[in-house]
């Protein structure tokens, strides 16, 4: 595990839900060191600097799901109301 909670080694094995919930837990994460780096931590900016690694693969992995999952019918589209 990572600092963030993440296992970045079996990330591909998440369901769009929990990827969901690590990329806003991470976020979360990431804001509040940035607030520390502004303060001048500089293991806050460590931190980050790893964090934005871990955030790139997580929101790749996501983009994959949410393909997939758009693909294969599990988001439904809205349809859109037509005016008259």
Do not use: P, W
């Not at 970045?8 to 520390?36: I, P, W, Y």
């Not at 790139?56 to 349809?79: D, N, P, Y």
């Amino acid at each position: 595990m990572s600092e963030y909670g993440i296992k970045v080694l079996g990330v591909f094995s998440m369901a769009l839900q929990e990827t969901t919930s690590h990329l806003n837990d991470l976020l979360e994460r990431l804001s509040k060191d940035l607030l520390k780096v502004q303060r001048g931590n500089k293991s806050a900016a460590q931190r980050v600097r790893t964090g934005t690694v871990k955030l790139e693969k997580i929101a790749k992995l996501f983009r994959k799901e949410s393909v997939c999952a758009e693909k294969s019918g599990k988001f439904k589209k809205k349809s859109k109301k037509k005016k008259r």
